[in-house]
């Protein structure tokens, strides 16, 4: 059980984890949230039972975890306003091992722990996660990531809120993160792109809309649940629906013909090098 933690940022991920926990019972005791929009306070008021603040004053800091959850681009001024609050030297949980460490969750895309480290102090313990947009519908997948040991406590915690929303793994440097934000990150937006030009080409093809929607989703939906429940790799998958000289054989040829595994890689490595990218542009700053 957590017994207390602050949101900062109520937006949509952050409503997403927290109608997860809730959901999963595992609620903390006492629950904070920090976000200037009015209408969002009420909302985590109403629902979740949050102690609102429109800023990061000294009342809002005093969780033992915190949970940041704004946008890359205003990470840096927000670390710099809670590191400005004098609570921040004296976390009213008697656990912690140090004065003024928190457990600090950052789940802002492309902003590395050093960067976090050097805006809010290094005496805090920071966890960095990558979830992914379908953790909105409790079906999302989360990487962590930490870069100093930390004790089963405050990874339990943390893992245990991503796994509220899908599944998590651990990975053991920080570069990898680049390429979980280009895998599984940025993943749900290929798919998505897919979807949009398998639907319009069913319609070129004399489908209606809702037939061509419902035909693609239902496809994806299924093939990945049986990727998942199935001991095969994919390859060996599509070849079960590969018969030769077929419908099938005659679409991959198309693929084969414009380098679709080639694509696929270089679209992902040029996303894993733009997260490296921004990673350096915070850092230097």
């Known amino acids: ?3 207390s933690l602050t949101f900062f940022g109520g937006g949509n991920m952050a409503s997403a984890l927290m109608g997860g926990m809730q959901k ?52 840096r001024d927000l670390c710099l306003s809670i590191a400005a609050q004098e609570i921040c030297l004296h976390p009213e949980d008697p656990r912690s091992e140090q004065p003024g460490s928190h457990g600090v969750i950052s ?17 805090h313990r920071y966890i960095r996660c990558m979830p992914n947009t379908p953790a909105l ?12 040991p930390l004790d089963d406590r405050d990874k339990t915690i943390a893992q245990s809120i991503m796994d509220c929303v899908g599944k998590s793994l651990w990975v053991l440097e920080e570069v990898a993160m680049d390429a979980v934000t280009a895998v ?17 080409a069913a319609q070129d093809l004399g489908l209606s809309a809702a037939d061509a929607r419902l035909l693609v989703i239902e ?7 049986l990727a998942e429940q199935s001991a095969l790799p994919p390859a060996q998958l599509r070849e079960q629906v590969t ?10 040829a198309v693929f ?11 679209a992902l490595s040029r996303a894993a090098a733009r997260s490296a990218e921004l990673a350096r542009h915070d850092e230097a700053k």
């Open 1 to 3: 059980m957590i017994e």
């Open 184 to 200: 599984s990150g940025s993943g749900p937006a290929y798919v998505f792109r897919m979807m949009e030009a398998m639907q319009d």
């Open 219 to 225: 496809t994806l939906r299924g093939a990945s649940e």
């Open 107 to 123: 789940v802002a895309a492309g902003v590395r722990i050093a960067s976090l480290a050097q805006w809010l102090g290094a005496s």
């Open 256 to 266: 084969e013909a414009e380098d679709f595994s080639g694509l696929i890689k270089r």
């Open 137 to 148: 519908i409790g079906r999302g997948v989360t990487a962590l990531y930490a870069d100093q």
């Open 24 to 75: 999963a019972k595992r609620s903390p005791e006492t629950l904070r949230l920090v976000d200037p929009d009015a209408r969002v306070r009420q909302i985590w008021s109403d629902r979740y039972g949050a102690a609102c603040f429109p800023n990061p004053e000294e009342a809002a800091c005093r969780s033992e975890y915190w949970v940041l959850a704004v946008k890359p681009q205003q990470m």
């Open 243 to 252: 018969s030769k000289g077929g419908t099938t054989a005659a679409a991959l």
